[in-house]
Nanobody, 123 residues
Framework: QVQLVESGGGLVQTGGSLRLSCAASGRTFSSYVRWFRQPPGKEREFVAAISWSGGRTYYTDSVKGRFTISGDNAKNTVYLQMNSLKPEDTAVYYC?????????????????WGQGTQVTVSS
């Protein structure tokens, strides 16, 4: 069992930056660690992922060039640096992970979720 705790959300103006953190406890990360988000009134969607073993990163098109996912092995923590934020980035952001899967499933959620952290971008 893995417990995930997100932090770093908040209110920011358009063009601003935030850094989200996802700390794992119970077990160390071993596979893909993902960020999903759920905008108000919409379904949860994939944002970014990192391969914990190889460090390869994946992004949804709408955040490429603006968001960066990274990991700190010593702290068992994954970060999502979000720059040039837009109002459409407003959402609850969730950290997610699970057992090892192939690269074809990197954008598919695993069974472990954090509680979420609210990001609000004002126009």
């Amino acid at each position: 069992q893995v417990q995930l705790v997100e932090s770093g959300g908040g209110l920011v103006q358009t063009g601003g930056s935030l850094r989200l953190s996802c700390a794992a406890s119970g077990r160390t990360f071993s596979s893909y660690v993902r960020w999903f988000r759920q905008p108000p009134g919409k379904e949860r969607e994939f944002v970014a992922a990192i391969s914990w073993s190889g460090g390869r990163t994946y992004y949804t098109d709408s955040v490429k060039g603006r968001f960066t996912i990274s990991g700190d092995n010593a702290k068992n923590t994954v970060y999502l640096q979000m720059n040039s934020l837009k109002p459409e980035d407003t959402a609850v952001y969730y950290c997610n992970t699970g057992p090892g899967v192939g690269p074809g499933l990197v954008r598919i959620a695993g069974p472990y979720w954090g509680q979420g952290t609210q990001v609000t971008v004002s126009s």
